[in-house]
């Protein structure tokens, strides 16, 4: 099947095209995701994640690879993203059974449906 051509990197007046799904060139991609988490995202959700959040984030992508979303339709498609069902800002934990593989689709989703995450830029 064939892939899905890149785009335009959203950084100012750069030339480079990014990776599918991406919005930035590698060469921005850091830039872009530093400049989001020190201005952009809410200072308590900053909180919530850090090492800790990595390390059981890594564990559960290492245990459930596929998303588990996707896997109930029949679809095999490599989890990218972990989800809390229950969300922190809600009460929810980083408990395994409060957490979900998903791919990068599956998780902006369920956040549209929660009406927990912005439009990208």
Known sequence: MPMKPKRPCRM???????????LYCSAHKKT???EYNHYRRDPET?????????????R?????????????HGIYKPAEEVHHML?????????????ISLCRSCHMKAHERLGTRHKNP
């Open 46 to 58: 900053k909180k919530w994640y850090g090492r800790a959040w990595k390390r059981i984030r890594d």
């Open 60 to 72: 559960h992508i290492r245990e459930h690879p596929m998303c588990e979303e996707c896997l109930k």
């Open 87 to 99: 969300p922190l800002a809600d009460g929810g934990t980083h408990n395994r059974n409060n957490l």
């Open 12 to 22: 100012t007046s750069c030339p480079n095209l990014a990776e599918d799904g991406e």
């Open 32 to 34: 872009a995701n530093y």
